[in-house]
């Protein structure tokens, strides 16, 4: 939401990920690719839409991102580092997409 470019190019890694482990799976590549979407994490970059030259038009939209950061909260990267093992570690995960959310924290999006 909000950024509609930075939104677009996220869809693009999940076509990208669930096509290429398919291609691994059928091409015994020997790899797995997976995808993890977390939500709001305690990064540098949530500061980024407090710059304008970062968002540019949707700048003006910066306040209702606050408000989503305000509802959901923001997940420690040590939660994101846990998902992350889990998808190193799960053998059977490949072309899977992880989300992690404060409401939910790790779960999966069955497309
Ligand atoms: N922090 C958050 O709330 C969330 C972040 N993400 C995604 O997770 C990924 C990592 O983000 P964070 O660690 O939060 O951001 P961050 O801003 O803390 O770190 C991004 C890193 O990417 C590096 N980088 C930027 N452009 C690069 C380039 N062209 N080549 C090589 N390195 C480059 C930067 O130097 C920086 O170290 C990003 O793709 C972000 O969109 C996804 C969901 C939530
Ligand atoms: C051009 C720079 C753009 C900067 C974008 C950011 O600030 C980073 C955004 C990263 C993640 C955004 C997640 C948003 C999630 C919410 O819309 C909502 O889907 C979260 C639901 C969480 C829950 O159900 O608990």
Do not use: W
């Amino acid at each position: 939401a909000h950024c509609p470019v930075y939104t677009a190019s996220k869809h693009g890694v999940l076509g990208f990920t669930r096509s290429l482990a398919e291609a691994s799976r059928l091409g015994n590549y020997g790899i797995r690719i997976n995808a993890l979407c977390p939500s709001f994490v305690n990064t540098a970059i949530l500061d980024t839409i407090n710059h304008e030259e970062n968002l540019g038009n949707f700048y003006q939209f910066k306040d209702g991102v606050k408000n989503l950061i305000k509802v959901f909260g923001v997940l420690e990267p040590s939660v994101i580092a846990d998902g992350f093992v889990q998808l190193l570690e799960d053998d059977s995960l490949n072309g899977a997409v992880m989300k992690i959310t404060t409401t939910k924290g790790v779960h999966f999006e069955n497309y």
